[in-house]
């Protein structure tokens, strides 16, 4: 009865209409309770009347007040709703429960992230990567690492990691790699894994009309297939050119899934390279050789982009050869979790120039205060020597884990980063102070 009412937008109709309702009311009931009692008693009657004016005057009052009380309610409740919704925001880690883990080839397995909290996760821009965080036994402090997201849909209800085994390089004292054998050794459905939003600038424009050229081999296939897919979900009639190599059946991830998608979509062309192929492996390639820029140019056109992936000496004789082919450097995009690879043409752009030789340096959340010099290093390498143990993973200026908030000061850059980074942070794996005084939150 109170919401129509309170949906009466002229305030004196709405008190009119109260007020009708408030004097209907009580003269019913104050008629019924006389009649019943003593009808013919005056001074009854006159009480009646008395209710029936209260009622009214009353029922007025209260058509004038419902509204603005009403769209009060309302107003809180939509508070409530909206900072409810903000708070369930993702803005920082989150927990995740690994619902498979699919082998893919010798090296390569998948793992399937849904939230823990039930709540949607949001869309990513094909190509992006997922950051993760990793409670390992005998590490003293979490590992921190990314890995490109080997899937897509418009509405995702998970994520997927494809993540290769890193064994230690054969003849050299050197550690395999923890993070990726310890997902592939004790990680299992239903395992629960803190991982932060997908982020990243290597990236596929979907509905650019130009072809795509991805180009990848080994486990640089991952954000590949998230490419391929978005383009045939979201523009089918784009041109799209999906080279990859590797050694053979037994390291090829995806071979079937990639072979489907190119069936329901003919503007995917798809040509596998197989560098040292096995009998078993008849018919399940198109080339034998590794894949460089004399395939690529009997593959496709120049007058496309060009999206590389995979070892660094595999992108940086991919990009030296398309180059020489005559494609603009703005045209060729890679991903690389090492240190950014340096254009033929372009030197790395650095800033370290402009930085000071000492500065004092505020960890505020640390509380200390320390003063840097010039042989300290970048940021993150002098807050490690100095106890403080930021989050990193790629220390390239790439994935964004360091990035932390600058609240005074500057910094230089000694690369150009590849994260993105807020006016007001700072990447600290690669930059060091630029004024004598730098404030951190950390």
């Not at 013919?40 to 009646?48: C, F, P, V």
């Not at 995917?268 to 690529?296: C, M, W």
């Not at 030296?320 to 752009?349: C, H, M, R, T």
């Amino acid at each position: 009865m109170i919401e129509p009412i309170a949906a009466i937008k002229n305030p004196l109709l709405r008190a009119f209409t109260s007020a009708s309702l408030g004097f209907t009311i009580v003269t019913i009931i104050s008629g019924s309770i006389i009649g019943y009692i003593n009808p013919k008693d005056k001074s009854a009657l006159k009480y009646g009347i008395y209710s029936s004016l209260l009622a009214t005057v009353a029922g007025g009052i209260f058509g004038l007040t419902v509204a603005e009380k009403s769209n009060k309610l309302k107003l809180s409740l939509d508070k409530q709703q909206i900072d409810k919704s903000q708070n369930q925001i993702w803005k920082d880690w989150r927990n995740f429960i690994v619902v498979r883990k699919v082998k893919e080839s010798e090296e390569i397995t998948s793992f399937y992230l849904e939230p823990q909290d039930k709540y949607e996760i949001p869309n990513f821009q094909p190509g992006q990567f997922l950051t993760i965080k990793l409670d390992i036994p005998g590490q003293n402090k979490p590992v921190i690492r990314t890995y490109s997201l080997s899937d897509y849909s418009q509405y995702p209800q998970y994520y997927r990691l494809s993540i290769k085994r890193e064994l230690a390089p054969p003849g050299l004292s050197v550690m395999p790699g923890i993070a990726s054998n310890f997902m592939h050794n004790s990680i299992h459905e239903g395992s629960v894994i803190l991982a932060k939003p997908p982020n990243g600038k290597f990236v596929l424009n979907v509905q650019k009309k130009l072809p795509a050229v991805l180009i990848s081999n080994g486990v640089g296939i991952t954000p590949m297939i998230s490419m391929a897919k978005a383009t045939a979900q979201l523009n089918p009639q784009r041109e799209v050119y999906f080279v990859h190599g590797t050694r053979n059946g037994n390291y090829h991830a995806f071979r079937e899934e990639v072979l489907g998608l190119a069936g329901e979509n003919p503007n995917l062309k798809v040509h596998f390279r197989y560098s040292r192929p096995e009998l078993e492996d008849e018919g399940k390639y198109h080339s034998q050789g590794y894949v460089n820029s004399a395939l690529i140019q009997q593959l496709t056109t120049q007058n496309a982009e060009f999206f590389l992936c995979g070892s660094p000496n595999f992108m940086q004789s991919l990009r030296d050869g398309l180059q020489a082919w005559g494609v603009p450097a703005n045209q060729i995009y890679f991903e690389s979790f090492s240190k950014p690879i340096a254009a033929s043409s372009q030197k790395s752009v650095t800033t370290t120039d402009e930085s000071v030789t000492t500065a004092e340096i505020v960890f505020s959340k640390s509380g200390k205060t320390l003063t840097w010099t010039q042989e300290d290093g970048n940021i993150l390498e002098f807050a490690e020597n100095n106890g403080i143990n930021p989050p990193y993973s790629c220390r390239a200026g790439i994935c964004g884990t360091c990035t932390c908030q600058i609240t005074e000061g500057e910094v230089s850059y000694q690369e150009e980063p590849t994260a993105a980074v807020d006016e007001d942070s700072v990447l600290i794996c690669i930059s060091q102070p630029k004024t004598q005084r730098i404030v951190l939150d950390i």
